[in-house]
């Protein structure tokens, strides 16, 4: 059964970081693109960052570069999102998804569907002003 934990959320003030981590089960970690996506309250969800499956390709939405980082841990199983420069606008759920790909990653192969792949339950991240 495949399991998608997502941790690290939090409170800070606005300019402040935090570090997302996303712990992935019962999958073959590496044939897996890995994407944070995020919701805020009233929103509808979109994609804040897709890394492919070594780690040598990451996209990210325009209003996330150069703030936020993704990178993975193949040998952990583990994806991560390093957010700097918080903005109180960066507040929303954010979610850890997998969907298999063992392949070179192209930036239409990110930002799929809630019903591909697998999810986690989500992290708040609340940024305040």
């Known amino acids: 059964q495949v399991q998608v934990v997502e941790s690290g959320g939090g409170l800070v003030q606005a300019g402040g970081s935090l570090r997302l981590s996303c712990t992935a089960s019962?999958?073959?970690?590496?044939?897996?693109?890995m994407a944070w996506f995020r919701q805020a309250p009233g929103k509808e969800r979109e994609g804040v960052s897709c890394?492919?499956?070594?780690?040598?390709?990451?996209y990210y939405a325009d209003s996330v570069k150069g703030r936020f980082t993704t990178s993975r841990d193949n040998a952990k199983n583990t994806l991560y999102l390093q957010m700097n420069s918080l903005k109180p606008e960066d507040t929303a759920m954010y979610y850890c998804?997998?969907?298999?790909?063992?392949?070179?990653?192209?930036?239409?192969?990110?930002?799929?569907?809630?019903?591909?792949?697998?999810w986690g339950q989500g992290t708040q991240v609340t940024v305040s002003s």
């Open positions: 998804a997998a969907n298999f790909h063992p392949y070179r990653l192209n930036e239409h192969d990110c930002w799929w569907g809630d019903s591909d792949g697998f």
């Open positions: 019962g999958l073959t970690f590496d044939d897996y693109t």
């Open positions: 890394i492919g499956w070594s780690g040598g390709v990451t």
